[in-house]
């Protein structure tokens, strides 16, 4: 593997890089005091984020994430990853380039097995940044970290489907933007374990759709994007709303969240990039017991273990983004499940350090250590908690012993 990005990569992180210094970072506080302004904040979104999305598709900087579609980058997932490392280090940067989840899971999701009329009607106006979606697949009455769990119901009714069932942690789904879910559901409980889920197009607006509420995440609700409950009662869609076809639901969560995952671990080490750069700052300007904070033994420690942290994260990333290129995600499953289960910890733990650094104004909202760390803590959770991931890397791991003395 060469660890060198290419010219056109070298370039690309500049721009990226330069545009959040002139867009991105002087206009957090503008999207917060815009959010706040607005009577509902729920049903518009502050002008800003409009604004600015004009700007980055002027500069090319659009759809970076998406490979092999005419209105992709053309970016293999190596040559995204360092891009979306300084995506990550802005809550607002990642809708800006229209390369935010979960509309880059579904985007890939009906380029590869959407029909025409399906990529017409909705694959194409999130391309262009017109709408956003969401993806209702976790439920609440079952633990939803086993996808076969899943007990909302698709049943076929002449040329319809009906979906029932209640999800929640839609996230997107409180955005006034969205307009259509792909919604997860089992379609025939009698087949095969794996092969018992269907996923669905739902308009937003179809009939029997209700958002019950909307959730806060350690009191972030992130509005105007938002993570809803929705309860799904007897919904009418027609049967050329199903994905790639019946019982094909599973083959294609597993093919969403391979890239999904790891996009999450590159912002995440953005995140954590933006945390020791923060802490470095203001350990150099705050003085306590008549020296800087940075001349302490003990903050330097925390400073180079996060260094070490980071790096460590950054290079099984790569690992598993060049294996997810060459390979494909299938072979590249350990190091997927490795690094999301590393990605997170180390970034709760950098932004810890930058947190009891900045003391009490480290858990404000005056700078963004606090709602990162909310993030990253979510992300131990989120698209499978480390205990599902660690088991997978187990038993792989143990599969190589098993096979050695079976060949002895």
């Not at 994007?225 to 009418?236: C, K, L, P, S």
């Not at 499953?333 to 350090?353: H, T």
Request: hydrophobic share 40%.
């Amino acid at each position: 593997m060469n660890f060198s990005y290419s010219e056109k990569v070298v370039q690309l992180q500049e721009q990226v890089s330069q545009f959040m210094e002139d867009y991105i970072y002087p206009n957090e506080h503008v999207f917060r005091s815009q959010l706040v302004g607005q009577s509902n904040r729920w049903s518009a979104v502050p002008p800003i984020v409009e604004e600015l999305k004009v700007n980055a598709k002027e500069q090319g900087l659009w759809n970076l994430f998406l490979p092999d579609h005419e209105q992709g980058a053309g970016l293999t997932n190596l040559e995204y990853a360092p891009l979306c490392e300084i995506m990550g280090r802005s809550f607002l940067a990642p809708e800006i380039f229209n390369c935010s989840a979960p509309d880059t899971g579904n985007m890939e999701v009906l380029a590869r097995y959407g029909s025409d009329e399906q990529k017409k009607q909705w694959l194409e106006p999130l391309l262009t940044g017109e709408i956003r979606s969401a993806f209702a697949m976790t439920e609440k009455e079952v633990a939803s970290s086993d996808a076969t769990n899943i007990e909302s119901r698709i049943e076929r009714d002449g040329d319809q489907y009906i979906l029932s069932g209640r999800k929640w942690w839609t996230s997107g789904a409180g955005d006034p933007r969205c307009k259509v879910m792909i919604f997860m559901g089992k379609s025939n409980p009698d087949a095969p374990k794996h092969e018992q889920q269907s996923m669905i197009l739902v308009p937003m607006d179809a009939e029997g759709v209700t958002v019950k509420r909307m959730l806060p995440v350690f009191g972030y609700d992130d509005a105007p994007h938002g993570h809803a409950e929705i309860h799904f009662d007897n919904v009418r869609v027609p049967v050329t709303n199903m994905l790639w076809g019946e019982g094909k639901g599973f083959a294609i969560a597993q093919g969403r969240l391979g890239p999904g995952r790891i996009h999450h671990c590159m912002r995440l080490i953005g995140a954590a990039e933006r945390a020791i750069e923060l802490m470095c700052k203001r350990a150099s300007e705050r003085e306590t017991f008549g020296r800087k904070i940075a001349d302490h033994g003990v903050v330097q420690q925390w400073i180079a273990e996060s260094r070490m942290d980071i790096e460590q994260a950054r290079l099984l990333t790569l690992k598993a983004a060049y294996m997810m290129d060459t390979v494909g995600n299938k072979v590249a499953k350990a190091e997927i499940a490795m690094i999301k289960v590393v990605a997170p910890n180390m970034a709760l733990r950098v932004i810890d350090r930058a947190i009891q650094a900045f003391g009490g104004a480290g858990v404000s909202d005056d700078f963004p250590l606090a709602y990162q760390y909310a993030g990253a803590r979510t992300l131990r959770i989120a698209d499978g908690p480390d205990e599902v991931h660690a088991r997978q890397i187990a038993r792989l791991e143990l599969k190589k012993y098993r096979q050695r003395g079976e060949e002895l």
